[in-house]
């Protein structure tokens, strides 16, 4: 049997001949070595494996290495610390610096093991290091087969998201779904969100079969877990083929961000999950879609419903004001001549980015999330 054969799906990015292939495999990581030649990488200089403390915990890394090491190539492996504050400056420098030591050359690759965190950081490193060598991504979280796929690469600033970054493709995302069976209950949800979020903006049979299963969403394993894996990485891959350096459709991609960036922000990139931030982001952008697309009454509401039943956050906690909330607004990568632009749905499965919301219009519908889902306890 091939390699191609034994997948619970492939999805292509099609991007010309830089066109590369998200594998689903249960598996997959332990065949890292045999894809790393199946996408023409070189096994003749180092390559580094970057990773984070809890995913090295679970033993991936290694078996990434194992693997690669197999097939004659000389492995490093750098391993960050665990959560969102990792996506800085002061760490990217440090995984410059870690392959220069490691002896990286222009035809290495950098190795992302872990989730959304270390695929933007690592992509980060790699889109700038020798001024940009090949990548893979080995996606370990739900979450990832979103931030895996499209070449979206970054790190953060204090006071903004993802502010300082590049479009850079990987060669190949390598999805082995067995690395979520150790996910914490938290993390399943918020990449759950992201799964949401591509249903909202172009699937709306997705939206309802998610809305049917609710709960169980959390507890997929099997091939239900790879195919609904292999389903949403396929919406975001065929929008990032429209639109690969985001000048029109892609910011559909942002449904929700623009609040959610704002929380994670405020809340120091400790207090949430990127999908819990952007969960209480998408019930805004759907009520904004109500007051101001003419969306159909009780899309937000529907919404809700879904992203509370999976364990998620839908409301925006009583200590952060309008203030707080708008400020960090104003550095949105979506932001045009100082106006505020939101993606919105004209409906369940159809998304509109909308340039010049008014502010005030911004602060109605802040005043109206808080009435209809008022903060808990
Ligand atoms: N580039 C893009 O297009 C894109 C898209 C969406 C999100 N993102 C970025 O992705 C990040 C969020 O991704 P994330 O939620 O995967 O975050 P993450 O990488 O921080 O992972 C979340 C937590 O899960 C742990 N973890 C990872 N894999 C595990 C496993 N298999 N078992 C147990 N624990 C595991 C991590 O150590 C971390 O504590 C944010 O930085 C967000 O901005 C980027
Ligand atoms: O791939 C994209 O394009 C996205 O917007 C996907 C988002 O889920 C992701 O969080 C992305 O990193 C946000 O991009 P940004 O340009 O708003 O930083
Ligand atoms: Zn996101």
Not at 88 to 99: D, G
Not at 255 to 283: C, I, K, Q
Request: with cysteine.
């Amino acid at each position: 049997m091939s390699l191609w054969d034994d997948v619970w799906d492939v999805v292509w990015v099609e991007l010309g001949d830089r066109r590369y292939p998200i594998v689903v495999a249960d598996g997959a990581m332990d065949q890292a070595g045999k894809w790393m030649r199946e996408v023409g990488l070189s096994p003749g200089s180092v390559h580094l494996i970057v990773t984070d403390e809890t995913v090295d915990r679970a033993g991936y890394a290694r078996r990434v290495a194992a693997a690669l090491t197999a097939e004659g190539v000389r492995v490093e492996t750098a391993v960050v610390p665990a959560g969102e504050p990792t996506k800085s400056l002061e760490w990217a420098s440090r995984l410059w610096e870690a392959a220069l030591a490691a002896g990286l050359d222009r035809r290495s690759a950098i190795w992302a093991v872990g989730g959304g965190m270390v695929g933007d950081l690592a992509g980060f490193v790699a889109a700038t290091y020798m001024r940009g060598i090949a990548f893979v991504q080995v996606p370990t979280t739900w979450l990832a087969h979103d931030a895996a796929v499209g070449g979206k690469v970054a790190i953060n600033l204090p006071e903004a998201k993802n502010v300082v970054g590049a479009f850079h493709q990987p060669r190949l995302v390598l999805y082995d779904p067995t690395a979520l069976d150790s996910l914490s209950a938290r993390d399943v949800a918020s990449g759950l969100a992201e799964v949401v979020k591509h249903a909202c903006i172009r699937d709306a049979e997705l939206f309802y079969e998610l809305a049917e299963r609710g709960k169980e969403l959390l507890h997929l394993a099997g091939s239900d877990r790879g195919r609904l894996l292999a389903r949403s990485c396929a919406i975001k891959a065929r929008v990032v083929e429209e639109d690969e350096k985001e000048s029109g459709v892609r910011a559909h991609l942002n449904f929700g961000h623009t609040l959610g960036h704002s929380l994670e922000t405020l809340g120091d990139y400790r207090r949430y999950r990127h999908g819990e931030a952007v969960a209480v982001g998408m019930v805004f952008a759907a009520l904004l879609s109500e007051e101001w697309l003419g969306a159909p009454p009780g899309t937000a509401e529907r919404i809700a419903c879904l992203l509370e039943e999976i364990g998620l956050p839908v409301r925006i906690p009583a200590e952060f004001t309008d203030d707080d909330l708008i400020g960090p607004m104003y550095k949105d990568k979506k932001m045009i001549g100082g106006h505020l632009t939101f993606v919105l749905l004209e409906t369940l499965g159809r998304a509109r980015a909308v340039t010049r919301i008014p502010e005030e219009a911004v602060r109605k519908v802040l005043d109206r999330h808080r009435r209809q889902f008022p903060p808990r306890g």
